[in-house]
């Protein structure tokens, strides 16, 4: 059994499901995978220029990965392709024990605790990896 605390808030970000579904015409997407556990999530991708216009998954995951890309879902929108991957690394810093990103990516603050987890820490990055590698075909 898992000593992670799923908090209120980690179980209702999950729940929520933003973002999720597929996009009808998306300009990239890419399905990651964690052998490891199961956890698939697919992202689309709608760019206009070299910024997200629109992002949906499809996620069959741990909650952790479903929060992850919940959190996604809902503020990724807006930002930049630069930002994405500025996003991914401050994951991983928070993962690694740093602080949690700020502004509209604070949410991620509610999987902090996984840097106690090291096993657990790509459920939180599958759904980033998915969204950079989706990036990576434009």
Known sequence: MSDLPYSTDLLRLAAEAHGAGRLPQPCLSHTEANPVCGDKTTVDLHLVGDHIDAMAHDTRACVLTQASASILGQALAGHSLA???????AVAAMLAGGPAPDGGFAAFGVLAD????????R????????????AEGS
Do not use: G, M, Y
């Open 83 to 89: 930002e994405l991957t500025a996003l991914r690394e």
């Open 114 to 121: 996984v840097a106690r987890h090291p096993a657990r820490h």
């Open 123 to 134: 459920c939180v990055l599958l759904p980033l990896d998915a969204a950079i590698k989706a």
